[in-house]
């Protein structure tokens, strides 16, 4: 496969054996780069300060600020980088409210695989 770009993301999770099956997927793939890690969206919005990602995946439901906060701030102050929510639910409702807050894409945790979190992040950056 012929690399044209290095995608560089930042993953925000607070649940550690997500976070830690997406690191492992990401250690695997060759165009995708994880540049950090992030619990919540305090920490999502500093990290993206200091490692300017292509794309956020952003978790919506943690602790201290929430993931549709998040997405609305990074994409107020950082309107360069994409932002892909995912949630555990498939609720037609988190979708739309992850959109209006400015996300690019949405992925439901259980009913995708790491291959399609891969295509959604390279669909963003397209």
């Given at each position: ?59 919506l439901l943690m602790p201290f600020m929430d993931g549709l906060e998040a997405t ?55």
């Amino acid at each position: 496969m012929l690399i044209s770009r290095i995608i560089r993301v930042l993953l925000v999770d607070d649940h550690e054996v997500v976070a830690m099956s997406l690191i492992s997927l990401f250690d695997l793939i060759d165009d995708i780069l994880l540049v950090g890690r992030a619990s919540n969206g305090v920490e999502a919005i500093e990290l993206t300060t200091v490692l300017s990602p292509d794309v956020v995946l952003m978790d919506l439901l943690m602790p201290f600020m929430d993931g549709l906060e998040a997405t609305m701030l990074i994409r107020k102050h950082f309107p360069y980088v994409k932002v892909i929510a995912m949630s555990a639910s498939s609720l037609h409702d988190d979708r739309k409210a992850a959109m209006q807050a400015g996300a690019h894409g949405y992925v439901s945790k259980d009913e995708c695989s790491g291959s399609m979190i891969c295509d959604a992040i390279r669909a963003v950056i397209a």
